[in-house]
């Protein structure tokens, strides 16, 4: 309710006029409801913009440009030309799906804990997201852990604490856009950016499981009654590894599994037959009785 007055009134600002006759600038607006908001600090009443609302009052313009949709396709193309680091900042970002504040919490530690002998989806662990402060649970998927294998093996005198990835925002863009120019991808104009990777993982999540499922696996808020164990996470994840997969052995031997599953069910439903025809046989004779 009062965010809404709050941007109004900075748009109302400018649109006074100074003793010049001018309008009043972005550094008075600015300092106007800088003040405003302080008086609600003072008594307490919190302030809960939207981005919408955010964007508008740090007077930043709408993006002019679009997201690049990424592909399996373009993936493979874009781990196949990289060197190991950015085999696995392509791999893990698709694998993770979080934003790049905590994409670089990973240590070396992180994967030195986990047994990654096991069938993927490996379960990482749960992240505390930097900008939402709610809990993610990410997972390794059966691309990323043998690049993450490799990546162990060659820095094994890396200590546990030490980040793997020591860049900003803006240097792994740049390190995607080298990468899609390597391997001759057109953006068509488009923004390779890392955000692109969380956006194609949610998308094909939320295809398999539902809003607060997927939502929790990237790290996004839910209620607090919605958040489910990460075995319940892992066995949603593993649904969709058909639509991620880059391995299209992987993807085909994944849907030969669930496909024999349904014929065992199948051939079960078949040997129960009889008992069910004799129950019915049964079932009719005790109804003959009672009208009798």
């Known amino acids: 309710m009062w965010e809404k007055n709050v941007v109004n009134f900075k748009v ?11 309008n009043y600038g972005d550094n008075t607006a600015d300092a106007a ?48 030309v990289g060197d190991l ?4 900042i392509v791999a893990a970002a698709k694998s993770f799906g979080l934003r790049v504040s905590d994409f670089v919490k990973f240590t070396w530690g992180t994967f030195r804990s986990l047994d990654l002998t096991q069938e993927p989806p490996i379960f990482v662990g749960e992240v505390i997201t930097e900008k939402e402060g ?24 890396k200590p546990d604490n030490e980040p793997i990835i020591k860049v900003n925002e803006r240097e792994l863009t740049v390190i995607l856009q080298s990468l899609a120019a390597k391997a001759n991808i057109p953006l068509g104009g488009r923004h390779l950016r890392f955000h692109c990777f969380r956006k194609y993982l949610s998308d094909r999540l939320s295809t398999c499981m539902s809003e607060s499922k997927w939502k929790q696996i990237v790290g996004k808020a839910i209620s607090e009654s919605a958040y489910v164990t990460a075995f319940e996470l892992r066995e949603c994840y593993q649904k969709v590894t058909p ?18 599953l349904l014929e065992e069910k199948v051939k079960r439903l078949e040997l129960s037959k009889p008992v069910l025809e004799a129950l019915l046989r049964k079932i009719d004779e005790l109804e003959t009785k009672l009208k009798n």
Do not use: H
Not at 41 to 59: C, H, I, M, P, W
Not at 138 to 155: E, H, R, S, T
């Open 33 to 80: 409801t800088m003040a405003l908001c302080s008086f609600f600090d003072y008594y307490r009443v919190a302030l809960n913009f939207s981005q919408t609302e955010t964007r508008k009052l740090n007077n930043r313009n709408k993006r002019k440009t679009s997201d690049y949709q990424l592909t399996n396709d373009v993936m493979k193309k874009l781990i196949a």
């Open 134 to 157: 709610v809990v993610a649970f990410p997972f390794l998927d059966a691309d990323a852990v043998p690049i993450v294998k490799m990546l162990l093996d060659c820095n094994r005198d």
């Open 12 to 22: 109302w600002i400018k649109t006074q006029k100074t003793k010049n006759g001018d």
């Open 243 to 260: 639509l991620t997969s880059l391995n299209t052995e992987q993807s085909d031997s994944y849907l030969q599994r669930k496909v024999t």
């Open 85 to 88: 680091r950015e085999k696995y």
